[in-house]
């Protein structure tokens, strides 16, 4: 009895912490109406449900992140469910209360099947399916399978699902998901119903984060919840993947998620900075501007992302030149900045500074030295906005007007190099050979090159070419050789494509004259001698004096 009084039994054991869920799980859609930027599909799949007319497969794609898994789940909630009473049936609005539901929602469904096509792409997987689709469901109305990208499957696997796919059993539904739609193969695109699930906008991204931050009891920042949406580009998952680092960030430093904190953490270049840089490029400061692309590259920041932040303040110029709604994320600051620059610039010079900066984000993304090619990107966008709008100069030059400062990204002096002034047209090439060789003297070798190897003349005179179209020209050669004529002689050329046969291009006229010489040369008698008296003898060369 004393030692049964003296056991005290085991000693308390201290609870065991709950495993931290990140965010992207904890907060994954659990109904319909929690499932942001998918309206229209919600409002399909309901209407489907309401009216019983239930597809037997469904597909859907997207983009990583905007909710196809979770969808899938949902759509397999929705048919399942029977209500909190039993008795209910398919429903677009689950309960999630009743068995059914809360066993899809914890994926410990018996008849809820999710398969990874990634790690199962072979034909046995898809038989096993097969084979178990042919049994009713134990407890659910339906037996689902969720197949995740699908896309992954072999040939052989997708071509064995391919019946079973378009006359399953009644109670048998299949939920296939993809990234990739375009290498799921016809033949099952054919026997699905499919769902484009759209990016989210970043409006609705932004809304979206900051109800997590408040669920969360935590403090941000809307400007860095802007950012976070943006750098999200429209994926849900991964948005909420860069928050949580935004708030063990904000963890270490306190003061909540703070815009100057996610920047810094992202890579991202300091919209102000940015804006900076884009007038002084504006203005022409080539000091300046290098310094301060060196300012952001020492503070961690990739010259290609500058490139980027570059090319999204252009465009941002070009809408509010439009007159489009200003962002909601933009600051007031950067609204009047884009409203004087808007007011300041043309369209062709806003064009014509997108194309720029376009090609030097192309050249800094694959540069070995990825700084000085942002340099060299930013120098020729400075060179550009010194020279005056092509439309204005042709104006200049017919003497209806002189460019203006408006037409560019900068006050454009006169051009450095002034086109020469009009040749006289005696002075113009005489024939066509003979353009053809100022083209080689000017540098144009690889234009004269191509208009010897497929330019069929059909009429030249000095100032007018048409060339043959019978064969296949280069698009854009009579535009060239209109531009590189008028740049050498400074007359205007006209240079057309006729359907007319044409005379032989220089190059069989070459062809065709040593051809005829070295027939003419063969039947010269001592040749022929010699060539009698040498079967095997090939003439390689020769050499025709002329006497006096």
Known sequence: MADSFLDLGEPPQ?????????????????????????????????????????????????????????????IAKALNCVGPDGQGGPTIDPCGQCEPCRAIAEGRHIDVIEMDAASHTGVDDVREIIEASRYAAVSARFKIYIVDEVHMLSKSAFNALLKTLEEPPAHVKFLFATTEVNKVPVTVLSRCQRFDLRRIPADKLAAHFAEVCRLEDVAAEEEALALIARAAEGSARDGLSILDQAIAHAGMEGGGVRAAAVREMLGLSDRGAMRDLFGLLLGGDARASLAALRRQ??????????????????????????????????????????????????????????????????????????????????????????????????????????????????PAPAPPNPPPPAAPRDALPASFEEMIALLDARGKMTLAGTLRVVARLVHYAPGEIVLSSTKPLPATLPRDLAEALRAITGAAWSVETRDAPGAPTPQEAEAARIAAERDWVKQQPAVAAALAAFPAAELTGWEISKRS
């Not at 907060?27 to 309206?39: E, K, N, T, V, W």
């Not at 489907?48 to 898994?69: C, D, E, S, W, Y």
């Open 14 to 74: 201290p609870a065991k912490p709950e495993a931290y869920r990140v965010l992207a799980r904890k907060y994954r859609p659990q109904s319909f109406a929690a499932l942001i930027g998918q309206d229209a599909m919600v409002q399909t799949l309901g209407n489907a449900i309401r009216r019983g007319r239930l597809a037997h497969a469904f597909l859907l794609t997207g983009v990583r992140g905007v909710g196809k898994t979770s969808t899938a789940r949902l």
């Open 297 to 410: 590259y020492d503070l961690g920041v990739d010259p290609l992302a500058v490139l980027r932040a570059l090319l999204e303040t252009s465009h941002a110029v070009t809408l509010a030149k439009l007159g489009t709604p200003a962002d909601a994320a933009q600051s007031a600051e950067e609204r009047a900045a884009l409203e004087e620059w808007a007011a300041r610039l043309s369209f062709p010079a806003l064009h014509r500074l997108w194309q720029l900066l376009l090609k030097g984000h192309e050249e800094v993304g694959r540069a070995a030295l990825p700084i000085e090619a942002a340099e060299m990107a930013l120098l020729r966008v400075i060179h550009a906005s010194t020279l005056p709008d092509p439309g204005e100069l042709v104006k200049q030059l017919s003497g209806q007007g002189a460019p203006t400062a408006k037409t560019s990204p900068a």
